[in-house]
């Protein structure tokens, strides 16, 4: 039983300040939204993005990536399991960034657009940068003092009275 409990302390400790929770809602909300779009507009954000990007088996990836992101985006906005939730979205943006964007920067003929070369790239890939920096920062820190997080954590390292 101690042990599991030293698992999820493990998970879910976090000594960051309840401004924290700044960062879980925006980077929570953009994985939530982005995720519901893919399935309201699948051709163009969802499995067709995924076939124009050349990922193997797109309507099975693009749904499923949508999946993960509205689930990891509602953990991350509720700041429960935080560092287990950002670690597939870190994948995911570096996923993002190597088959949409890097094409941008190597001035090949853009995916998504007809723009190329440095500032293309920093522009075209912002919010992936921004939602990669987010997530990189929760892993480190945590969910913040007001998370379900910190709540279970404290939970789990209080003494039971017998």
Same mark, same amino acid.
């Given at each position: 039983?101690?042990?599991?409990?030293?698992?999820?302390?493990?998970?879910?400790?976090?000594?960051?300040? @309840? %401004?924290?929770?700044?960062?879980? &809602?925006?980077?929570? #909300?953009?994985? *939530? =939204?982005?995720?519901?779009?893919?399935?309201?507009?699948?051709?163009?954000? @969802? %499995?067709?993005?995924?076939?124009? &990007?050349?990922?193997? #088996?797109?309507? *099975? =990836?693009?749904?499923?990536?949508?999946?993960?992101?509205?689930?990891?985006?509602?953990?991350?906005?509720?700041?429960?399991?935080?560092?287990a939730a950002v670690v597939p979205m870190i994948v995911n943006m570096l996923g993002a960034?190597?088959?949409?964007?890097?094409?941008?920067?190597?001035?090949?003929a853009a995916l998504f657009t007809d723009e190329s070369g440095w500032w293309d790239f920093?522009?075209?890939?912002?919010?992936?940068?921004?939602?990669?920096?987010?997530?990189?920062?929760?892993?480190?820190?945590?969910?913040?003092?007001?998370?379900?997080?910190?709540?279970?954590?404290?939970?789990t390292t209080t003494p039971t009275s017998r």
């Open positions: 039983m101690s042990d599991q409990r030293s698992r999820l302390t493990r998970v879910t400790a976090t000594t960051a300040p @309840g %401004a924290v929770i700044w960062i879980r &809602a925006y980077v929570g #909300a953009v994985f *939530f =939204f982005e995720g519901i779009q893919k399935f309201l507009y699948p051709d163009r954000l @969802g %499995a067709g993005r995924f076939d124009k &990007a050349g990922i193997p #088996a797109p309507e *099975f =990836f693009g749904p499923f990536d949508g999946v993960f992101e509205i689930i990891c985006g509602v953990l991350i906005l509720a700041g429960l399991f935080t560092r960034l190597l088959i949409t964007k890097l094409p941008i920067l190597w001035g090949e920093i522009h075209e890939s912002r919010t992936d940068l921004a939602q990669l920096c987010g997530s990189m920062f929760l892993l480190i820190v945590g969910a913040g003092a007001w998370s379900l997080d910190a709540r279970l954590s404290r939970s």
